[in-house]
């Protein structure tokens, strides 16, 4: 690392936190960005160093002529001009996790999948924290691994790996990988649906033997992943057994979640009845399976591993119950940013007064349809609220114009016993900065409309 020419493009977290440890370890880092933020002027004046910024092709060609390796900001899609050039001129990509590999050698376990990656990583640090190990949770985090492994204390990292991260990287060999599911999401970022399943992949790769994957069978595209020669496999189903071989399994029995089941039906380990786990929807379920199976593998204790699923409850924004408001219950699912995740969502709930929308991000929202007999009534939000709405052509629809009015509108058309539920299979970025603020003011909104209906 010392001394190698290292182009960072793109001066996000993930970034700024990279160009740190590359000059505590004495390489040498070009600093770029399409965007001429204060963030990035910011960052160039704390470490002394110009920012590229408004580069045509023929700038990004220069600076590219001028460095031994890119490291592209996490967002960076396939078809952005500056990885094109780099795999033109020969330039190698390598991420955050190819970084912080050169710097460090303790064992990584790293969860990727379309939805539940927050939940399962949290969840399995928590479990081995439980289980007296020494970890960290890092990655597409508040915390970049690149970043995290400057700290002497983990023995694990605990990693939750975005199809970008996994995408941009030159080698990247967790000892155990949980892979979750596959759904459409980040079609305009990725060249097609294949390039996203391949990035996803790729947290397999290059596993070797002695390592643990983690598969959740009930996904077609999970279940028929390739694993190396000698990686011991643990399926995750919901109950019927796996359809490929496996090592173990993770799965309900008799209300019980349990795990190490063996193909030959011997003996397993009961962790907790499914009634213990803070909440039981179908998904919860799965994730807490993933994450046992996980935090097991990496050296967690049955006892450490029945703690936390009893007592650790979801992150924000994730089928969060807000309030009951005139026998109406009130439900936050911001993080919901796609439509796999809005229709696994919906499936929790009978009778669904559904508030969606947002910035497409390149996916069919169509599919959405598919649980209308779960939902009453829909309410539109943002850019693709028309979208929305023509999803379900037999439904009652309003298209709101404000947070205030969807759930103004979305009361309205609730009768007692619905659920209002705000899972917008949508990005935030058109009305919010964050899927967090969109949950923030929707809880803020199902408030005050508490306090008038009460007053």
């Known amino acids: 690392m010392n001394g190698v020419r290292h182009l960072l493009y793109g001066l996000g977290v993930t970034n700024a936190a990279a160009a740190r440890v590359l000059l505590r370890h004495g390489a040498r880092v070009v600093l770029a960005d399409d965007d001429p933020s204060e963030r990035a002027r910011a960052l160039g004046e704390e470490l002394g160093l110009p920012v590229h910024t408004g580069l045509d092709d023929a700038g990004r060609r220069d600076l590219l002529g001028r460095v031994d390796v890119v490291v592209p900001a996490p967002v960076l899609g396939d078809r952005h001009p500056v990885l094109l050039l780099a795999a033109e001129l020969g330039v190698p990509v390598r991420s955050e996790f190819d970084l912080a590999a ?11 999948g379309t939805n539940g990656k927050t939940t399962v990583t949290l969840l399995a640090t928590e479990m081995l924290e439980r289980s007296g190990v020494a970890c960290r949770a890092v990655g597409n985090l508040e915390v970049p691994l690149v970043e995290a492994v400057e700290d002497p204390a983990p023995s694990w990292f ?199 929308g947002g910035r497409n991000k ?52 609730a009768r007692p016993g619905d659920t209002v539920l705000l899972s917008p299979a949508c990005a935030s970025f058109d009305w919010y900065g964050s899927y967090a603020e969109r949950g923030d003011d929707f809880v803020a909104e199902v408030g005050r409309l508490g306090r008038a209906v009460s007053s």
């Open 158 to 356: 605990v990693v939750e790996a975005s199809s970008f991260r996994l995408a941009h990287s030159e080698r990247f060999a967790p000892r155990v990988a949980v892979w979750l599911n596959l759904a459409p999401d980040h079609l305009d970022l990725h060249a097609d649906l294949d390039a996203y399943r391949r990035a996803k992949a790729r947290i397999l790769a290059d596993q070797s033997a002695g390592d643990t994957a983690v598969l959740v069978l009930d996904d077609p595209v999970v279940a028929a992943a390739e694993v190396r020669p000698g990686v011991r496999v643990v399926g995750v189903t919901s109950g019927a057994p796996p359809g490929r071989p496996v090592d173990a399994w993770a799965t309900v029995t008799d209300g019980r979640l349990v795990v190490d089941h063996t193909p030959s039906g011997g003996e397993c380990t009961t962790l907790v009845a499914a009634d213990e786990l803070p909440r039981s929807l179908p998904h919860d379920v799965t994730n807490s399976l993933a994450a046992a199976a996980a935090a097991l593998a990496a050296g967690g204790t049955v006892e450490g591993v029945a703690e936390a699923l009893r007592s650790t409850h979801a992150p924000p924004h994730r089928v969060e119950f807000v309030a009951v408001v005139d026998g109406v219950r009130f439900v936050d699912d911001s993080k919901s940013t796609a439509p796999h995740a809005t229709v696994a969502a919906v499936s929790g709930f009978d009778s669904v007064v559904l508030v969606a």
């Open 102 to 112: 050169e710097l460090d050698d303790r064992p990584v376990l790293a969860v990727t």
């Open 362 to 413: 390149g996916l069919d929202l169509g599919v959405l349809g598919s649980v209308a007999d779960r939902v009453r009534a829909v309410v539109g939000i943002g850019e693709a609220a028309g979208q929305v709405v023509a999803a379900f052509p037999g439904r009652p629809g309003v298209v709101a114009s404000s947070m205030a009015e969807a759930v103004t509108e979305a009361a309205a058309l």
